[in-house]
């Protein structure tokens, strides 16, 4: 891409696409399509249509998706594969008619088999069952892999996929009921420090093996590979590191200084055991994360402190 590129960013107020927009800001891109939902329903076919065709976007980073943790995934599975689906076909397939230069499309690690092989390489991508507590939306996420590489291989498209580890950072979702593992750990954290709480109850065994990924580190990876990467094949990006979910709200615990009890609710669900992703075809690339974990999460915490300030 040069600087003066036109670069539509979907899905810009999130978390995702906030930190892709800083990162190609920091690197000098100047010519950005961003819109609000509010200017622009990414589920309508019409409205995609008539963007694309007033704006003639070169380069697309699709980071647009109805995103949520194990409690939204489990509760609303029809409003997750449908909004989904309808964002990536919609803009996929302008993509295509508008002759789109390149796209970028943000997958999801829960495309892989639930009790996969460990660490998880592209290739066991398709393999064996999904983890059901989420299948509506990797579902959605495999589709729109497979639309990716289908208009590659009889258009000649260049449409890539990454396919992220959990991620954290600045923009998240604190809401207890929609958000991920993570920001849901900060608030509950903060908010019984607050109380003055004895304990905290977290959902599952925290036995579960997660690997998280700072989302300004996915920002730049996303870069990275929108300049160097031109495969219809799936590439994982991650630190190739995990720890438990207990280890890391041991590791909450520190940073938010609460000085209760953990207590594990064996009641709920743990999702998939273990979900380490293989970052070797990434590293080999050139590209490797910078970020590390507990310096992230500090980070994390003091951004959810001013937001709520």
């Known amino acids: 891409m040069e600087t003066n590129s036109k670069i539509y960013v979907a899905g810009h107020n999130g978390m995702v696409g906030s930190a892709i927009v800083r990162k190609l800001k920091d690197e000098g891109y100047n010519n950005l399509i961003l819109k609000t939902h509010d200017d622009l329903d990414l589920t309508n076919q019409k409205e995609v249509e008539s963007f694309f065709d007033l704006y003639e976007p070169e380069y697309?980073?699709?980071a647009a998706a109805r995103v949520g943790g194990i409690v939204a995934n489990n509760t609303y599975p029809a409003e997750f594969?449908?909004?989904?689906?309808?964002?990536?076909?919609n803009i996929i397939h302008q993509c295509y008619i508008y002759n789109v230069k390149k796209l970028l499309f943000l997958g999801s690690s829960c495309i892989y088999p639930r009790d996969c092989q460990q660490p998880i390489k592209e290739d066991y991508f398709m393999t064996g069952p999904l983890e059901k507590t989420n299948d509506a939306y990797a579902v959605a996420k495999i589709a729109g892999i497979k639309m990716c590489q289908s208009y590659n291989k009889q258009y000649g498209s260049n449409f890539i996929s990454l396919m992220p580890t959990n991620l954290f950072g600045p923009g998240d979702n604190y809401d207890l009921e929609n958000s991920h593992v993570f920001p849901a750990m900060i608030r509950k954290f903060h908010e019984a420090k607050l109380r003055n709480d004895n304990n905290i109850t977290?959902?599952?065994?925290?036995?579960?093996?997660?690997?998280?990924?700072h989302v300004n580190d996915l920002a730049d990876a996303a870069l990275f590979l929108m300049n160097n990467y031109n495969s219809s094949e799936i590439i994982n990006v991650g630190t190739g590191e995990d720890l438990t979910?207990?280890?890391?709200?041991?590791?909450?615990?520190?940073?938010?200084?609460?000085?209760?009890?953990?207590?594990?609710?064996?009641?709920?669900?743990?999702?998939t055991p273990k979900k380490l992703l293989d970052v070797s075809k990434l590293h080999?690339?050139?590209?490797?994360?910078?970020?590390?974990?507990?310096?992230?999460l500090i980070r994390t915490y003091e951004d959810y402190l001013m937001k709520i300030l």
Do not use: V
């Open 60 to 62: 697309i980073f699709l």
């Open 81 to 89: 594969i449908n909004n989904n689906l309808l964002i990536q076909t």
């Open 202 to 213: 977290l959902w599952g065994t925290g036995s579960p093996y997660r690997e998280f990924l």
């Open 245 to 271: 979910i207990k280890d890391l709200a041991l590791l909450m615990k520190k940073i938010t200084n609460f000085k209760g009890e953990i207590i594990f609710d064996s009641t709920r669900p743990d999702g």
């Open 284 to 296: 080999n690339l050139g590209w490797k994360h910078s970020i590390e974990l507990e310096i992230g």
